[in-house]
């Protein structure tokens, strides 16, 4: 059975950019995506995904804010973030919203699918570069 994903932006091109990668490898199915905060919890509490993947830095959104939402309306949803910044402190911020995994945006190409497999099955995943340039 596929793992079932949200994806939450604000940004069309990233969540389509995303999808397609996903859409390619028959682990992943997405089951709903949003652009906006009450938009990414209703549907969070609507198809209770398994993994909702979540952009860390929307512009109009706070990320953590929405994570924290997401998991008090579908608990068994694992978050993993999406982010620019390498700094430790916004993994720490990540991790204490709720999420299991914190994926760099240079790094989706090359871990998406690990990343996702890793936070599906419990595990915690955090890019290997974090740190490293902050």
Same mark, same amino acid.
């Given at each position: 059975m596929? @793992? =079932?994903?949200?994806? +939450? #932006?604000?940004?069309? @091109?990233? %969540? #389509?950019g995303l999808r397609r990668i996903l859409e390619?490898?028959? #682990?992943?199915v997405v089951v709903a995506e949003a652009a906006s905060e009450g938009e990414a919890v209703e549907l969070a509490g609507r198809h209770h995904p #398994? +993994? &909702? @993947? +979540?952009d860390l830095g929307m512009r109009d959104l706070d990320g953590l804010a929405v %994570? %924290? =939402?997401i998991l008090q309306h579908s608990p068994g949803t694992r978050v993993m973030v999406l982010s620019l910044h390498t700094n430790e402190r916004y993994v720490a911020r990540a +991790?204490? &919203?709720g999420a299991r995994g914190y994926l760099l945006k240079d790094d989706v190409e090359e871990d998406l699918a690990g990343a996702i497999h890793a936070v599906h099955s419990g595990k915690s995943f955090i890019s290997p570069a974090v740190g490293k340039m902050a």
């Open positions: 596929p @793992i =079932r994903i949200e994806l +939450v #932006d604000q940004h069309e @091109i990233l %969540t #389509d390619g490898n028959p #682990d992943f #398994d +993994v &909702a @993947i +979540v %994570t %924290t =939402r +991790v204490k &919203a």
